[in-house]
């Protein structure tokens, strides 16, 4: 890497910084030079600070609208990563989601960038979703997939076996020529074993508060709780993303938390602290890309309770490092929750089996190193070729 140029284009800040930050500071290490193109301060400063001074160059993005539905704001923000793409001339781009991948990677084959990478982390609301605008939108994202993609000559990267199957087929390849990449890597020494606090169960959520994450269905596992008078408290620890379709409000999140059935803590900077005081992890999510989350608390020895669809299930092997309930199952997923609770043999069980599973397939060493061998093929290819 050592001399090259590095351009990520990301939709914000605050999810590069959450998820890619120490991919690209590996980067870094390894002698690249490394540029960001997102939209910044839609969270506060933090987030760009704290990239800034892991040595990574920060361009703000000021036409990018991550979930709008204008096409002439669209055309702006794909004509402003072009013009920066041919400013920095990089060797390399790598756009990450769905805007940026669909914009960012034509904007990067205009500029005659030699080498590009897309990776989409999951479907989310678009292929996910039943509403009238997600069932509008999803041939139009499919059609411009297939633009921006297929022709072959951008690298494809997904982050579970089942996204790589759908994301060859809506861009015309084989699965085989779409890179499957396990999650963005957990630090092991952050993320390490403790054991379980003393007191009350405790049931944790971590993440965007969505209904897409199955929020919904988590109140009505944690109503089913109290009926069923199980000593559990649900944590909901977490931000509404307001910019998203199935955003919970923050007033549905007040009143449930009054009427004592979840305990929702805001967000925090702090996550290993939040699975050091929980006993078990929960994410009742429609479908992710690989669920993070998840994948923290496997690393601090919590089992999990998640559903049994893409992301989550590559994330959490039923049975061994945690249990799996059908989607949108409320009963089920109470009833999986509540046998963990009376269990506290099989959470240990199934949390020793985790943490051994996240140090041998989830850890931060190796996925950047698949990033980066990766990187340096797509590198050899181009300068061969050119």
């Known amino acids: 890497m050592e001399g090259r140029r590095i351009l990520w284009i990301v939709a914000e800040d605050w999810f590069f910084g959450l998820h890619y ?38 361009h703000p993005l000021t036409n990018l609208d991550r979930t709008g539905l204008n096409p002439r704001a669209d055309l702006a923000a794909e004509a402003e990563m072009t013009a920066l793409c041919r400013r ?11 805007k940026p991948v669909l914009y960012g990677t034509v904007a990067a084959r205009k500029a005659g960038v030699p080498a590009i990478a897309a990776w989409l982390p999951g479907f989310g609301y678009v292929f996910t979703g039943s509403s009238l605008k997600a069932r509008v939108l999803r041939p139009m994202v499919s059609l411009l997939l297939r633009r921006a993609l297929g022709d072959g000559r951008v690298a494809a990267l997904a982050l579970n076996t089942d996204d790589q199957t759908t994301f060859a087929r809506l861009i015309g390849r084989t699965s085989e020529n779409v890179t499957v990449i396990p999650g963005t890597g957990v630090d092991l020494g952050r993320f390490s074993v403790s054991p379980e606090p003393g007191g009350p169960v405790i049931a944790s959520f971590v993440g965007r508060v969505l209904r897409e994450k199955g929020v919904e269905e988590l109140v009505a596992a944690a109503r089913l709780l109290r009926q069923r ?19 919970v409000t923050e007033a ?39 669920g993070m989350s998840l994948i923290e608390a496997a690393a601090c020895g919590r089992p999990a309770v998640t559903t049994d669809v893409p992301g989550c299930r590559q ?72």
């Open 21 to 58: 930050l120490p991919l690209a500071e590996a980067l870094v290490t390894a002698g690249a030079e490394v540029h960001l193109a997102a939209r910044v301060g839609q969270r506060g400063p933090a987030a760009q600070i704290a990239i800034e001074a892991a040595g990574i160059a920060v």
């Open 88 to 98: 920095l001339a990089p060797d390399l781009v790598q756009t990450v989601a769905i």
């Open 229 to 247: 008078d199980i000593p559990v408290r649900i944590r909901v620890v977490g931000a509404p993303d307001t910019e998203n379709p199935t955003a």
């Open 252 to 290: 549905e999140l007040q009143r449930w938390t009054a009427d004592g059935l979840i305990d929702w803590t805001g967000p925090t900077d702090d996550v290993p602290e939040v699975w050091r005081s929980s006993h078990i992890a929960v994410l009742p999510s429609h479908r992710e890309g690989l």
């Open 315 to 386: 994330a959490v092997q039923d049975d061994e490092t945690g249990l799996l309930v059908p989607l949108k199952d409320p009963a089920a997923l109470a009833d999986a929750i509540g046998k963990l609770v009376f269990d506290p043999d099989l959470r240990h069980r199934l949390g020793q089996a985790a943490r051994f599973r996240a140090e041998a397939e989830f850890g931060l060493d190796a996925v950047r190193a698949q990033l980066m061998g990766l990187y340096r093929a797509l590198l050899s290819d181009r300068s061969t070729a050119r």
